[in-house]
């Protein structure tokens, strides 16, 4: 089926987020002019990667959006055994790395687009494929941009991330934060003639911990998450440099996962008075400590009423009634928070398939999302 034989072109693509997409954004321009379809891309300041804009329709009315990023995750260390890069199928699983995650949603749309080709829309089908969704959703961020500027736009988004065809009406948001901890150096058999950075990073740790304990006891919940409370985790740690040194600088990144309906920027507050009392109260004579917090990226959530329109449309072209929440993040967050377009994620595949070793997509996955798209174009049509 034309669905699988996209597949295998875009699988091809090494589309790793610190790589560049170009060559699959050819690919898939190429494929659109073939059937008549103009697209635009949005290249990134390096020229390395771009988002894809597609219209399929009449241009002058807003449309059903399909949305999907073009980037995987790395293959580095993982005990993979096939080529990642090849498609391969056994026992009605297509094997590589982004089938589920989210080459497999891709390969519909562009396989609903050719479909669309040939028929009289009278509502537009419109494509938006992106990169660096991986590392932040940061690529789509210059195609919104535009698109807040657009006199007409998408009136419904799906963003095909794998829910297993599940109408998701729901996301965390994310802020990311790095910490930098300043002391003052010293040798280490005199460590009060210092500020160790690195005991300042643990007590910002403890007040991080404290933090989530007081969320856990006291703040919103959403009993639709498998984790139904904002939560805050420290990832990593950098500091020092030899054993005999009180050190002076200590790095940490750590990162906030909130529900849509609380305020990231309320926590982060809480976080930044803390860490300049941990600061004050770690300087002495004239040695001043101190402790920078600063926000390295960030996305909102989604939280699409469950009695929307969109919701009902889509579980009626899945034949799947409920709607789910889900833990990762996504883009749809910002079609619907910064241009105020209704969105719900819903795609092929298990999400659980995505970033390991032999990552695969159910061959009735995809069948399935192609009649789900079937059934949209025909609502589409004049």
Not at 8 to 37: C, E, K
Not at 47 to 67: F, I, Q, Y
Not at 146 to 174: N, Q, Y
Not at 239 to 260: K, Q, S
């Amino acid at each position: 089926m034309l669905t699988r034989e996209i597949l295998d072109r875009l699988i091809a693509f090494p589309t790793v987020s610190r790589d560049s997409n170009l060559a699959l954004i050819d690919y898939v321009q190429d494929f659109l002019a073939a059937r008549g379809i103009a697209s635009h891309r949005y290249v990134d300041p390096s020229g390395r990667k771009a988002n894809l804009m597609a219209t399929v329709g009449p241009t002058d009315r807003g449309g059903v959006l399909l949305s999907g990023h073009t980037d995987v995750v790395p293959v580095d260390g993982q005990p993979w055994t096939r080529d990642p890069f090849a498609l391969t199928e056994r026992d009605g699983r297509l094997y590589g790395r982004g089938t589920a995650d989210m080459k497999g949603f891709l390969a519909c749309a562009l396989a609903a687009a050719d479909r669309a080709s040939r028929m009289t829309l009278a509502t537009p089908l419109q494509l938006a494929f992106s990169y660096d969704e991986e590392v932040g959703c940061l690529g789509v961020r210059s195609l919104i941009e535009d698109m807040a500027t657009w006199p007409v736009r998408p009136t419904l988004c799906i963003v095909g991330e794998p829910t297993r065809l599940r109408t998701a009406i729901g996301h965390k948001g994310k802020m990311a934060l790095r910490a930098t901890c300043h002391g003052h150096a010293a040798h280490s058999a005199y460590p009060d003639h210092g500020i160790n950075a690195i005991h300042l990073a643990t007590d910002l740790i403890g007040v991080v911990r404290r933090q989530q304990t007081h969320i856990v006891a006291h703040g919103r919940r959403d009993p639709a998450y498998t984790v139904p409370y904002t939560t805050l985790h420290v990832g990593v740690v950098h500091g020092g440099t030899a054993l005999n040194i009180v050190p002076d600088r200590c790095e940490m990144d750590l990162e906030i996962r909130h529900l849509a309906t609380d305020d990231p920027d309320a926590l982060l507050q809480v976080l930044r008075t803390e860490a300049t009392r941990l600061a004050v109260e770690a300087s002495r004579d004239t040695k001043q400590a101190e402790i920078e917090l600063r926000v390295t990226n960030a996305y909102p959530g989604l939280e699409t009423p469950e009695d929307h329109p969109l919701v009902a449309l889509v579980a009626e072209l899945t034949g799947l009634p409920g709607v789910i929440k889900v833990g990762f993040g996504s883009e749809g967050g910002l079609f619907s928070g910064r241009l105020g377009i209704p969105t719900v994620v819903c795609g092929p595949g298990s999400i659980e398939q995505g970033h390991q070793a032999d990552e695969y997509i159910e061959v009735d996955q995809l069948a399935r999302c192609d009649a789900m798209l079937d059934g949209l174009l025909a609502r589409l049509r004049a």
